[in-house]
C-alpha cells in the first residue's frame, strides 16, 4: 500500500496518473471527495469489484455507487427524468446521489442485481478525475468496513482498510462529515434514501 499526499483544489496531474493506471489495472485506491473519503475501482471489473466488496465487507445486493467526471457521462450511463433534471441543475456538482434507471450494463454487484444506478458528480477535483482515467466511471462508496464510521482523513482509511488497498491518495480533513443524500428518483413519487449534507428541506421545494 502506498500513501500520497495530494493537492485537493490543484491535484498533481502525474500523482492522478499514476493511480488512474492502478485504477485500468483493477486495483483499489481511496481518495478524498467533497463528502467523506471515498474507495474507488473500475466498475466494470468483476474481480476489481469482488475485491472492494470483500475489502469493505459489504453485502453485494446492497449495490454501490458510482461517481462521474461530469454530467454528459451521467447521462451516458443512466436516463434522466425531468426531476433528475431539475436536482442535477440545482444541485450538481454536489453531494446529492440520484438512484436512476441504468441505461448501460453494469455488473449486478454494482447494480445490486437492479435496473437502477446510484451516480453522482462530486464537487471534488480529485475524483473527477480519477474517473476520466477510466471512461469517467469511478466506485463512489466510502472507505470504510460496512457499518463503521466513515472515514474523514487517510489515517482513518489507513486504521480500517489501509492494508487492504493498493493507494491512498492523501488529501487532508474532509470538509464535512456527512455523507452524500441519497434520492431515489426510480419511484413514485421520490424516495429520500439517506438524508446526508443536503437536507430534506432544501429537496422538498424541487421533488416533495
Known sequence: MKTIKIEPKNPDIEIIKEAGNLLRKGKLVAYPTDTVYGLGTDPFNIVAVKNLLKVKKRDKELGLPILVSDEEVARRVAEFTPEA???S????????TLVL???VKFPSMVTGNR??????????KVP???AKCINGILIGTSAN????PPALNADQ???QIGREVDMILDGGETLCEN???IVDLTQKPPAIIREGQISLQSLKKFIL
Not at 89 to 96: D, E, K, T, Y
Open 85 to 87: 433534471d431539475l436536482l
Open 89 to 96: 441543475r440545482n444541485f450538481w456538482p454536489g453531494a446529492l
Open 101 to 103: 434507471r441504468t441505461r
Open 115 to 124: 435496473e437502477n444506478i446510484a451516480v453522482r458528480l462530486p464537487s471534488h
Open 128 to 130: 473527477q478525475l480519477l
Open 145 to 148: 468496513i460496512s457499518g463503521k
Open 157 to 159: 482509511v489507513q486504521e
Open 179 to 181: 455523507p452524500s443524500t
